[in-house]
């Protein structure tokens, strides 16, 4: 496979951005047919939780990042990723999703009452959003400020994503241990209640987006029974021949290679395995 003269070895340094073996592609992402359509369509659909699962390997984050983009083109929708991972907890899920919406968290400081009984904080999530602008060479800053109030993080959490436009993916759901049990069933819950508040929010195409495997499913209707009838559950299998060389000839395309039909046969059989 000879480098195109015309760019020489820069090509080599582009192999990396167009390859990219332990993310997700997002440069390189091939259309896989009516498995992006029917994806799109369950994305495009307000109120409807999704739930992308398959083998590992097999591109479904790249899959959910892929057409979370048309939807951004088309409904200027937002997203926020977080992964899951074995020691995953609530808290840390919140503070993440926090982060990435830049959110700070408060909590108001409590007092016990006579009784003894602890009385119950109120939880609050602020956005803080800078504007600026110039007039007459002056640049001019303001700093305004958006209250979530609430006694419950994830009621908050719901609350935000339907306004901001924003889908929530939640990413490897499998890594997940028991002690992070109470996590998935709250993201079983908000998920079920953002279908059935969806209504209230006529031009937010907010979701909750499960990446997992096929157990993920049976793991989320066990949790939350009535979240079957409101969740869509896509398979996303390994790429075919067909997809797989398209990736190469794409990518090496990109990075200005020159290679054979055969050549690129050969690549995709060796990087099957």
């Known amino acids: 496979m000879p480098w195109n003269s015309k760019k020489g070895m820069q090509s080599e ?19 896989r047919g009516t498995l992006d359509k ?9 109120g409807r939780q999704v739930l992308v699962y398959g ?15 048309r939807l951004n083109h088309q409904y200027q929708t937002k997203y926020v990723r977080v992964t899951m991972t074995n020691s995953t907890t609530t808290e840390s899920f919140i503070a993440d999703v926090a982060n990435q919406l830049n959110l700070e968290r408060d909590v108001q400081v409590t ?34 400020t958006e209250h979530y109030s609430g006694t419950d993080d994830f009621s908050i959490l719901e609350d935000v994503l339907f306004r901001t436009n924003t889908v929530l993916i ?18 079983a819950e908000i998920a079920k209640n953002m279908s059935d508040d969806a209504v209230n929010y006529s031009t937010s195409y907010a979701k909750i987006v499960f990446v997992g495997i096929a157990e993920t499913a049976e793991q989320l209707w066990n949790d939350v ?8 559950t896509i398979k996303v299998p390994y790429l075919n021949q067909d997809e797989s060389n398209a990736i190469l000839e794409n990518g090496w395309h990109h990075s200005s290679l020159i290679s054979s039909r055969e050549q690129v046969e050969r690549a995709t059989y060796i990087s099957s395995g």
Request: aromatic share 6%.
């Open 38 to 46: 029917k994806i799109f369509r369950e994305f495009a659909q307000k």
């Open 225 to 232: 029974q009535s979240l079957k009838s409101r969740l869509a």
């Open 55 to 69: 083998p590992t390997g097999a591109g479904k984050t790249s899959m959910v990042l892929d057409n979370l983009a």
């Open 111 to 144: 007092e016990p009452a006579e009784n003894g009984e602890s009385i119950k904080g109120e939880f609050g999530l602020r956005r803080l959003l800078k504007i600026s602008g110039e007039l007459q060479d002056k640049v001019l800053k303001q700093v305004t």
């Open 170 to 187: 939640v990413d490897d759901m499998e890594n997940l241990t028991d002690n992070a049990q109470s996590l998935r069933i709250r993201l």
């Open 13 to 31: 340094q582009s192999l990396g951005e167009w390859f990219t073996p332990s993310l997700p592609a997002v440069n390189n992402y091939v259309d």
